[in-house]
């Protein structure tokens, strides 16, 4: 288990950017599976984006696919979520999850199936 430290979110009007980060510590050599969901008020959580540190394609959730981009420091440590065309159902509290494994097409979309959580980032988007 890691621990996941988040920073950045904030609020924009609709069809503005954002950057959200993570950044690991503790067994940072091991490589995870890494990335966000999101949960917005009365809401499930539910997957947005996840990639394996130690290489390969990330996944992305339908609803975010083509506005979002995940991506990871040569560190391996960090991930970052980049935004773009926001609208108002992406708002709500974005939280970095991780495992001791690879990501796989199914698995990476359930909540349970990430040990470590971030501290939850809030994402505001107004109309």
């Known amino acids: 288990q890691v621990d996941l430290v988040q920073s950045g979110g904030g609020s924009v009007q609709a069809g503005g950017s954002l950057r959200i980060s993570c950044a690991a510590s503790?067994?940072?050599?091991?490589?995870?599976?890494m990335g966000w969901f999101r949960q917005a008020p009365g809401k499930k959580r539910e997957g947005v984006a996840v990639?394996?540190?130690?290489?390969?394609?990330?996944y992305y959730a339908a609803f975010v696919k083509g506005r979002f981009t995940i991506s990871q420091d040569d560190s391996w440590n960090s991930v970052h979520l980049q935004m773009y065309s926001l609208k108002s159902e992406d708002a709500g509290t974005y939280y970095c999850?991780?495992?001791?494994?690879?990501?796989?097409?199914?698995?990476?979309?359930?909540?349970?199936?990430?040990?470590?959580w971030g501290q939850g980032t809030q994402v505001a988007v107004s109309s």
């Open positions: 990639l394996y540190t130690g290489g390969g394609v990330p």
């Open positions: 999850v991780a495992r001791r494994s690879n990501c796989d097409s199914i698995s990476w979309l359930k909540a349970t199936e990430f040990t470590s």
């Open positions: 503790g067994y940072t050599d091991m490589r995870y599976c």
